[in-house]
């Protein structure tokens, strides 16, 4: 069984989520800085970005996996199936640092025999 790099599956997700939060704000990280928005300037940008949100339902999704990940890593329960507790293995946590269920869950949920949250 390979082992679990906590620090490497860290980096990872930290990694994917800064890619994911500059692809859904359309790469304009940089603008906010810049100036102090007046307040219809900063709504327009809200909206946009909650439009941007809404067509990139499953970049969104994966997002909230990722912070969720981090969470988990943060209180120390990283690497157990949210459905049945057990370990995940650790070769699928490598491959997709974000998963939430082991492989017998996730195909459950595949195949709509399990409620999701
Ligand atoms: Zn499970």
Redesign the pocket.
Known sequence: MSELNLKKIKESLVAERELLISKLNGNDLSVDDAETPDPVDLAVRNYSKNVMLAVSENDSRQLIFINEALTRIGDEEYGA??????P?NPKRLNAVPWAR??????E?LEQGLLDED
Request: proline share 0%; net charge neutral; with cysteine.
């Open positions: 199936c949210l459905n049945c507790e057990k995940i269920y082991c492989l017998n869950c996730q459950l």
